[in-house]
């Protein structure tokens, strides 16, 4: 990360930067190295828009490298930027307003409504930091003011709009939490009774469609059609992701396509949408919008597929130490998909289920034969690239907020391929 | 139904009217007698409620007189033209629904095979229930036309009135998805086997799925609601999404006073029954570019015809097709759902509602209770709540602008008609 940051400050080292502290340009690996290293290290399978460097995290050296500055350079520790403290007081606002927003008349729907927004158990909120540094990243400044009354009103006003986007997710998000668990009869969710286990599966299904008749009502107040057709259609999505886990065929089941195509569904349509609906609030061109779309969509990608490694390996770097909850589901997941590749004999198995928990052994036994894990961990990285290239194909801007949200946006990229948990 | 149309005929008499078979205006029970008699067969309670806010309504009536009922049957028997003036509400929609249906499958085309077979499940020829709502609002959406004054030529006139009338039957359209999807999963909650004479969707397909088919479907409803570009029209159906889901809760969550109370039983049922039909309704006024007096109009219609439909439905599952109790489903009661006919009951015999605490798990409460209604006048009064509802849905339709379109009257014709075959059905 330290490595990406570095060089990306160095190439735009001749524009003005106002970071309180400054990069070391004297250091050796990075002088005069900088851009050959960054040459080598591309992916060729990046595809970039038009962009200057394609990095690639995969790369033992840079990860070495990576490692020795970070411990060299206590400077360089200090800049690391947090993004989600970047954006932790407007998320407190948003999260009050989200529980105003789900007030209902009849209590137990409210109860069963704010169930998750309740302080506390809101999740990791990775959705609405996204969408909150996307809406600082794609600032258009008026460019004449007449006074400064007349800026600041507009400003506010369209930065409501956007917070109202990250809600509308987060009501999306949660409502298909709530259905889910019904689906799967889950007992837990996010550490505590799933609601449906608390409740009853009634009042789950009930909640879920009152969230998404909030989020409707909440979508209709932007007035802006594009914006709502785009979140409606995420919801479609998020049915049709679910039903395609619920309905495969044998075939589908082994197909790489299908597991991209369904994650697509189940998990970057949502972010995707509404990372693109917050460029149309903001005015931004088609153009812009699509990057935006694409940050969103690759973003997701790569956390999805990463989360697939991490059910597998948990906070460890050897298999089977992680949940398996996937496959003991019968869910087959990229490691397991790519493993196939290289040993069909597997499929045989994955066809007979996983019910028998000794099938699970043996899956697990050709993963770790296989390079499954590997692989998709360089898919993952593969579109944590793209979404990085995304953001830095956006406009040129010079104001230091739009800058810190870029990169705290890229910051982002990197650590959905990092974490462990 | 023949005096009330007969007596508004004669008071338009002078207006043009280009019906075929034309009312025979010398009819001794409707020349001199018309308007006193009507003024004699007003409800007083209809006009004491103080709750009809009628603006310009010149005449109320009521259906539960006697005499006027005889009355009605006589005419009936007497004329035969008048029979062929029976207006059917549904053939004059007829065509038009069937278009709606075939284009309502293919908005529910799914990419998922199983996705498709569910969400379609309810909209399969022969399965799409009475069609009652879509009819209503085509009705409505003609008797609201709006005429374009100087038309440029017919071309022009013809594309805006193409296109008016199109995301109109958009509106039928998004109304079914929201009602089915609602009905997909109260079926879930209710564990219900069977719905429209066939096995409910998730008796068949599993919680699993009929949950996702009524994702599906409300997801739909929106991205149809967002094409039509009328962000106080998404307001308006989004708001009902939310009513069913909170009306559903309410009669989920009840305690002991809420049960017996009129009051909350009427918020309920506004919320579960009336409210996707009345913001319906409105949505299409507010579309054909109407004021929005006229919007409120159509609006109180649609929730009045709500109420009394529900209304008669309660006393139908006590009833069913005779007029004797224990006759009907029961269904309500059985599921310890307590409606009108009961709440009414209630206020008569206080000591029914210890009866309602205990709950009817036990059969021989049922019986009690039903002795109890059969006592009270749980069910008149319940039928007279309900003609109430129809004559203000009535008065709402009389106080529509003027219009001297053929079709605009035919179709104020049928959705008064309508108001009286929610009252007199029986099943």
């Known amino acids: 990360m330290l490595i990406y940051r570095g060089l990306s400050r160095i190439s735009r080292i001749s524009k003005k930067t106002s970071f309180g502290r400054r990069w070391l340009p004297s250091h050796p690996l990075l002088s005069g190295a900088s851009h050959s290293a960054a040459a080598a290290a591309a992916d060729s399978s990046v595809k970039v828009l038009g962009c200057r460097e394609a990095y690639s995290w995969s790369l033992p050296a840079l990860h070495g490298i990576r490692h020795q500055i970070h411990h060299q350079s206590s400077s360089v520790i200090e800049e690391q930027l947090d993004p989600f403290s970047l954006v932790a007081d407007e998320l407190s606002i948003l999260a009050k307003r989200l529980r105003s927003m789900v007030v209902a008349e009849v209590p137990k729907l409210a109860s069963a409504a704010e169930y998750f927004f309740k302080m506390g158990v809101e999740g990791k909120r990775f959705r609405p930091t996204v969408l909150l540094l996307m809406a600082t990243a794609l600032n258009v400044r008026v460019p004449e003011p007449l006074h400064d009354g007349v800026e600041d009103a507009l400003a506010t006003e369209l930065r409501t709009r956007q917070q109202c986007i990250a809600e509308i997710t987060e009501m999306i998000h949660v409502a298909s939490l709530l259905h889910d668990d019904v689906l799967d009869d889950a007992d837990t969710r996010r550490g505590i009774g799933s609601l449906n286990f608390v409740m009853g599966n009634k009042l789950a299904v009930l909640a879920g469609d009152f969230l998404l008749s909030r989020a409707c009502v909440a979508l209709a107040s932007l007035k802006n059609t594009e914006v709502v057709t785009l979140l409606a259609t995420v919801v479609e999505h998020l049915v049709t992701g679910e039903t395609m ?8 089941r082994c197909s790489m396509d299908y597991y991209m195509q369904k994650t697509y569904y189940k998990t970057a349509s949502l972010i995707s949408n509404s990372c693109k609906a917050i460029a149309l609030l903001a005015g931004q061109t088609a153009e812009v919008a699509i990057l935006a779309f694409d940050y969103g969509k690759n973003l997701g990608l790569a956390y999805q597929l990463i989360d697939d490694v991490l059910d597998f390996t ?25 493993a196939m590749e290289e040993f069909p004999q597997l499929r045989t198995v994955v066809e007979q289920g996983f019910e028998d928990s000794s099938n699970v052994d043996i899956a697990l036994e050709y993963l770790g034969k296989s390079r499954g894990i590997q692989k998709t961990r360089e898919l993952a990285v593969k579109h944590a690239n793209l979404a990085a290239a995304a953001i830095d194909c956006l ?7 739009v800058r810190k949200s870029r990169r ?7 650590r959905v391929i990092t974490r462990n948990k």
Request: hydrophobic share 30%; charged share 15%.
């Open 395 to 401: 406009p040129e801007n010079n104001d230091e907020d």
């Open 408 to 414: 705290a946006l890229l910051d982002l990229t990197h």
């Open 314 to 338: 948990g906070t460890s770097a050897s298999l089977g130490k992680g949940s398996l909850s996937d496959i003991q589901h019968g869910i087959i997941t990229a490691p397991i998909l790519f």
């Open 245 to 252: 886990q619920m309905t495969t065929s044998s075939d589908q």
